[in-house]
């Protein structure tokens, strides 16, 4: 089980926690529910990156073949805005970049090798979010490669970084078919979980909410400490999520 958060630790501008019911949705029938179990995986001898499976970007290659790369290098960049930038999950040399129709990148292929050097990026510890503007903390998420992960509703494209949106919901949970149950990658992280919360206090001018489903209960009885929107539909009130 994981730790309650104290409220010491907590973000500061935590809000009373809410729920919000709703009729819609409908019935899934599919069978069992992902594993909170994880394994270690092989190390394997090559890598990709996909970027036509990145919603909305425009690509633009930053590499060539037969180019070295460490461990967050740069590998293209989004010609709608050049700060958004996708890294290199590996450190190797670049053995391959296959185009679809139209000269769409498909994938860049990275041979692996033994030496697992990496970009070392700015690292800051709470005190220094504490002090951070909104301006820092969104210049270091861009330069570490964080900003895509941040969606803008309703078409979920990445969010803008220059403005400043009214409220920002995290999503633990949605019981989605083969979406690994938030205890799978919480257990043990919880304290840099309300870390990475105080960092995105910083980029609203409005309240942050973290969401979780009211009929998971492990996870409420575990993060009922940070947890303050619960949500509930027919999407995920059927016997099989």
């Known amino acids: 089980m994981i730790?309650?958060?104290?409220?010491?630790?907590?973000?500061?501008?935590?809000?009373?926690?809410?729920d919000i019911p709703?009729?819609?949705?409908?019935?899934?029938?599919?069978?069992?529910?992902?594993s909170?179990?994880?394994?270690e995986a092989e190390q394997p001898s090559r890598l990709a990156l996909l970027p036509e499976h990145?919603?909305?970007?425009?690509?633009?290659?930053?590499?060539?073949?037969?180019?070295?790369?460490?461990?967050?290098?740069?590998?293209?960049?989004?010609?709608r805005n050049t700060d958004i930038q996708f890294f290199s999950p590996g450190s190797g040399e670049v053995?391959?970049?296959?185009?679809?129709?139209?000269?769409?990148?498909?994938?860049?292929?990275?041979?692996?090798d033994d030496s697992e050097k990496a970009i070392e990026f700015e690292q800051f510890n709470s005190a220094d979010?504490?002090?951070?503007?909104?301006?820092?903390?969104?210049?270091?998420?861009?330069?570490?490669?964080?900003?895509?992960?941040?969606?803008?509703l309703p078409f979920r494209d990445y969010a803008r970084p220059d403005v400043s949106p009214p409220a920002l919901y995290i999503v633990l949970d949605s019981l989605e078919p083969f979406k690994p149950a938030p205890l799978a990658y919480l257990q043990g992280n919880q304290e840099d979980f309300i870390f990475g919360l105080a960092a995105l206090e910083k980029l609203v001018d409005g309240p942050v909410y973290v969401c979780?489903?009211?009929?998971?209960?492990?996870?409420?009885?575990?993060?009922?400490?940070?947890?303050?929107?619960?949500?509930?539909?027919?999407?995920?009130?059927?016997?099989?999520?």
């Open 3 to 18: 730790p309650e958060a104290s409220s010491d630790n907590r973000p500061s501008g935590q809000l009373p926690k809410k």
């Open 22 to 34: 709703t009729n819609k949705g409908f019935h899934l029938k599919i069978a069992g529910a992902p």
């Open 36 to 39: 909170a179990v994880s394994h």
């Open 54 to 79: 990145l919603p909305f970007v425009k690509p633009r290659l930053k590499v060539a073949k037969g180019d070295s790369v460490l461990t967050g290098s740069p590998l293209i960049e989004d010609k």
């Open 95 to 112: 053995v391959d970049i296959n185009f679809g129709p139209r000269r769409v990148i498909q994938e860049i292929v990275i041979r692996l």
């Open 129 to 152: 979010i504490t002090k951070m503007t909104r301006r820092q903390v969104v210049d270091s998420l861009l330069a570490g490669g964080l900003w895509p992960l941040l969606r803008e």
């Open 212 to 241: 979780g489903h009211r009929k998971d209960s492990n996870l409420l009885s575990s993060c009922g400490g940070i947890i303050n929107l619960t949500y509930s539909c027919l999407l995920y009130t059927s016997p099989s999520p």
